[in-house]
């Protein structure tokens, strides 16, 4: 089992910046590949951003590229979601999750490990 723990939600005005942290805890949860997804009202959940275990291999939703970045710290067992140049459309529930193999994943389907959310909120 991996327990996923979000943080670092909160407001802020278009083009400002927001660092959300996911800590995983469980048996070898830093070799697992890791995502974030994102879920507005009356929206469906959709991925943002992945990577692999060794960060190796990312994976980008065409809407944040050269925006967002996905880092992660395997010794904190640790990962990142680094949002720039925030947009009102940007505004969701962001989920961490972790996989269910050590490569990076864009389905949610590959996801069996959920954190709890956090909100974001963009005003403009």
């Known amino acids: 089992q991996v327990q996923l723990v979000e943080s670092g939600g909160g407001l802020v005005q278009a083009g400002g910046s927001l660092r959300l942290s996911c800590a995983a805890s469980?048996?070898?949860?830093?070799?697992?590949?890791m995502g974030w997804f994102r879920q507005a009202p009356g929206k469906e959940r959709g991925i943002v951003a992945a990577?692999?275990?060794?960060?190796?291999?990312?994976y980008y939703a065409d809407s944040v590229k050269g925006r967002f970045t996905i880092p992660r710290d395997n010794a904190k067992n640790t990962v990142y979601l680094q949002m720039n140049s925030l947009k009102p459309e940007d505004a969701a529930v962001y989920y961490c999750a972790a996989a269910r193999w050590s490569d990076s994943s864009s389905k949610s389907e590959d996801y069996p490990y959920w954190g709890q959310g956090t909100q974001v909120t963009v005003s403009s």
């Open positions: 469980g048996r070898t949860a830093s070799t697992y590949g």
């Open positions: 990577i692999s275990w060794r960060g190796s291999s990312t």
